[in-house]
Nanobody, 123 residues
Framework: QVQLVESGGGLVQAGGSLRLSCVAS????????MAWFRQAPGKEREFVAA????????TYADSVKGRFTISRDNAKETVYLQMNSLNPVATANYYC????????????????WGQGPQVTVSS
């Protein structure tokens, strides 16, 4: 399995922006579709965005469309999540995930997970 290490979490004011990064190691990064999920306190983990191995296909949760952007740099073995116009509802732990299958919102398909840094949006 690929190992995933995220960075970029922290505290931001409502309306602000934040970019998360996830660096992969251990396996061929280009073989994996990547995704971001999040889990707010007391709630179930939910899908945020996913991207295919080559970056040509992306999919987003309706709640983040137009505000969040997922991208990847295969040369750096890194996937990013750019988050704009943040609101307090976005407060959660954000998890990077990898699957050898195509990009999907189904969490059970993902085999590797990062540690889930905290993102806090203050009002």
């Amino acid at each position: 399995q690929v190992q995933l290490v995220e960075s970029g979490g922290g505290l931001v004011q409502a309306g602000g922006s934040l970019r998360l990064s996830c660096v992969a190691s251990g396996r061929t990064f280009i073989s994996y579709s990547m995704a971001w999920f999040r889990q707010a306190p007391g709630k179930e983990r939910e899908f945020v965005a996913a991207i295919s191995w080559g970056g040509s296909t992306t999919t987003y949760a309706d709640s983040v469309k137009g505000r969040f952007t997922i991208s990847r740099d295969n040369a750096k073995e890194t996937v990013y999540l750019q988050m704009n116009s943040l609101n307090p509802v976005a407060t959660a732990n954000y998890y990077c995930a990898a699957t050898p299958s195509g990009p999907t919102a189904q969490a059970s398909v993902y085999q590797s997970w990062g540690q889930g840094p905290q993102v806090t949006v203050s009002s």
